[in-house]
């Protein structure tokens, strides 16, 4: 089937097939530099893309022996981009097959008419969760949950006690007391229970993390980044809940942020 071009400009002709072709590789770009944006990756990324500008500059002025010696290094770049950016590729994938296991209610739960149902029980668990937080807050108990969503973080989960508990506000602040052996770690919570607590989390160094910010936080944030769970942190210092999401730190953020941000995990695990 022949399309029409969409544009001519002497020999050059620009047709539907080169929109669409241009506004996906738009769309994947977008989506890469979402994901970096605010890692360390970001910078190696926009190294790397300068090289390939140089490359093609040297190309184009015949430099032949800088061409060869940029071109190698392009080459052999894929594997080196895939190790360096393990955790963004990662984080990439998940994000395009998030909600799309058929096993999950967040999948079921666009065709259930009884959805509804499921979303009353939620509610009961996510105020649950808003009171033991708000508890902590007061009492400034430090705490850190993690709210899996495509993946269930098993390799964590394994790292820590397992619990698997219904989801109660006591027992989550039992678990943070100060004086309780539970208090260090995680507490990951998935399918509607609290799986293990003391859990070991990846620390980010990602430079953009604020200083002031301890070990916690940095844990918060260096689960986000190799997947596409939600932390929640509770500071033992002033008290302040903070949120972290893709890689992101949110400190201080609102009741309302903070339940949304819970009933939309609750509802994709």
Same mark, same amino acid.
């Given at each position: 089937?022949?399309?029409?071009?969409?544009?001519?400009?002497?020999?050059?002709?620009?047709?539907?097939?080169?929109?669409?072709?241009?506004?996906?590789?738009?769309?994947?770009?977008?989506?890469?530099?979402?994901?970096?944006?605010?890692? /360390?990756?970001?910078?190696?990324?926009?190294?790397?893309?300068?090289?390939?500008?140089?490359?093609?500059?040297?190309?184009?002025?015949?430099?032949?022996?800088?061409?060869?010696?940029?071109?190698?290094? &392009?080459?052999?770049?894929?594997?080196?981009?895939?190790?360096?950016?393990?955790?963004?590729?990662?984080?990439?994938?998940?994000?395009?097959?998030?909600?799309?296991? &058929?096993?999950?209610?967040?999948?079921?739960?666009?065709?259930?008419?009884?959805?509804?149902?499921?979303?009353?029980?939620?509610?009961?668990?996510?105020?649950?969760?808003?009171?033991?937080?708000?508890?902590?807050?007061?009492?400034?108990?430090?705490? /850190?949950?993690?709210?899996?969503?495509?993946? +269930?973080?098993?390799?964590?989960?394994?790292?820590?006690?397992?619990?698997?508990?219904?989801?109660?506000?006591? /027992?989550?602040?039992? &678990?943070?007391?100060?004086?309780?052996?539970?208090?260090?770690?995680?507490? &990951?919570?998935?399918?509607?229970?609290?799986?293990?607590?003391?859990?070991?989390?990846?620390?980010?160094?990602?430079?953009?993390?604020?200083?002031?910010?301890?070990?916690?936080? +940095?844990?918060?944030?260096?689960?986000?980044?190799?997947?596409?769970?939600?932390?929640?942190?509770?500071?033992?210092?002033?008290?302040?809940?903070?949120?972290?999401?893709?890689?992101?730190?949110?400190?201080?953020?609102?009741?309302?942020?903070?339940?949304?941000?819970?009933?939309?995990?609750?509802?994709?695990?």
């Amino acid at each position: 089937m022949y399309l029409i071009p969409l544009m001519k400009i002497g020999f050059l002709e620009f047709g539907w097939s080169d929109a669409i072709d241009i506004l996906l590789l738009a769309f994947l770009i977008y989506q890469l530099y979402r994901i970096v944006r605010g890692s /360390l990756a970001y910078n190696i990324f926009f190294g790397i893309l300068v090289v390939y500008l140089l490359t093609l500059l040297a190309e184009a002025l015949e430099l032949k022996l800088i061409s060869d010696v940029l071109g190698q290094f &392009i080459n052999i770049g894929v594997l080196g981009l895939l190790i360096v950016f393990q955790p963004e590729v990662r984080r990439f994938l998940l994000q395009l097959g998030k909600n799309r296991d &058929i096993r999950k209610p967040a999948f079921w739960g666009r065709f259930n008419l009884q959805h509804y149902g499921i979303t009353q029980a939620q509610h009961k668990e996510v105020d649950e969760l808003m009171a033991a937080l708000h508890h902590m807050a007061d009492s400034k108990t430090g705490a /850190l949950l993690v709210f899996p969503t495509t993946s +269930r973080l098993q390799f964590f989960v394994n790292s820590g006690i397992l619990i698997r508990g219904d989801i109660s506000g006591d /027992l989550l602040e039992s &678990i943070f007391n100060k004086t309780g052996p539970l208090h260090d770690g995680a507490v &990951i919570i998935a399918d509607n229970k609290i799986l293990a607590a003391r859990c070991v989390l990846p620390v980010s160094e990602n430079q953009d993390v604020p200083g002031h910010v301890g070990l916690r936080h +940095r844990s918060a944030v260096g689960i986000t980044e190799v997947s596409d769970a939600l932390a929640i942190i509770v500071s033992e210092e002033n008290g302040i809940i903070s949120l972290a999401k893709e890689g992101r730190l949110q400190l201080n953020v609102s009741d309302e942020e903070i339940r949304s941000a819970l009933a939309t995990s609750l509802l994709s695990a």
